[in-house]
């Protein structure tokens, strides 16, 4: 089962910073936070991780809370092309598999 | 270039052939899995290969076999096709090592069985 709690749906306007929660307040030391997208009909494509730093990169800002029971995705101009499944994963280190969950449905519209 | 790529990219098929799906990542990574995604969108890992070896197979029915010619190779055999495995197949890889391991899947094989 998946180890994390997001929304189901979320919106978003177009040029607007979009911001998707997640719970994982069971999360241990040795475990990293990951989010994927799925965009419609696409395998899911990896976004950003951290451990317990906040990271950025081209894609998003991940900001992890200091006792790493939750994390925030940030898009900061979202366009309609960001319009998919977030899934927000928590996994260990060197485990293989991820396990996804239901994800949040984000819709950015004009 | 392509990371990770599988054929075919659609499958229809009747009930009870067998069938293969191919994948292939030239990204040099040394580990491979393949997901299933069933109608109600829910994504589960079936099998993970990590130097040609066969590291996670979880409740996957025998019918199912995942093959790994080399590192770059990992393909999916399906036995006696039932209405039940129609779905969407991923392929991923990654690198292990510390520091997290992200996986780069391919397109998915969208299998339909008849």
């Known amino acids: 089962d998946a180890k994390t709690t997001q929304p189901p749906s979320m919106d978003c306007a177009e040029g607007r910073a979009a911001n998707l929660p997640c719970n994982h307040s069971t999360i241990s030391g040795n475990e990293y936070v990951y989010w994927y997208r799925q965009i419609h009909s696409q395998g899911p494509q990896y976004i950003i991780h951290g451990l317990k730093n906040n990271e950025t990169n081209e894609m998003a800002s991940l900001i992890i809370t200091e006792d790493r029971k939750s994390s925030t995705l940030i898009l900061p101009h979202a366009t309609l092309r960001d319009t998919a499944v977030y899934y927000c994963i928590v996994r260990g280190g060197s485990q293989g598999n991820l396990i996804f969950g239901k994800g949040t449905k984000l819709s950015v519209k004009p | 270039d392509t990371a990770v790529s599988q054929t075919p990219k659609y499958l229809v098929t009747q009930m009870g052939n067998d069938k293969s799906i191919k994948c292939e990542q030239n990204l040099g990574h040394d580990t491979m899995y393949w997901y299933k995604q069933d109608s109600k969108k829910f994504l589960k890992i079936m099998f993970s290969y990590n130097n040609k070896e066969l590291i996670i197979n979880e409740t996957v029915p025998n019918r199912f076999s995942p093959k790994s010619p080399d590192k770059a190779h990992l393909n999916l055999h399906i036995n006696s096709l039932e209405l039940g495995d129609s779905a969407v197949y991923f392929c991923?890889?990654?690198?292990?090592?510390?520091?997290?391991?992200?996986?780069?899947f391919g397109p998915g094989t969208r299998l339909l069985v008849l």
């Open positions: 991923a890889s990654s690198q292990s090592g510390q520091g997290g391991e992200t996986q780069y």
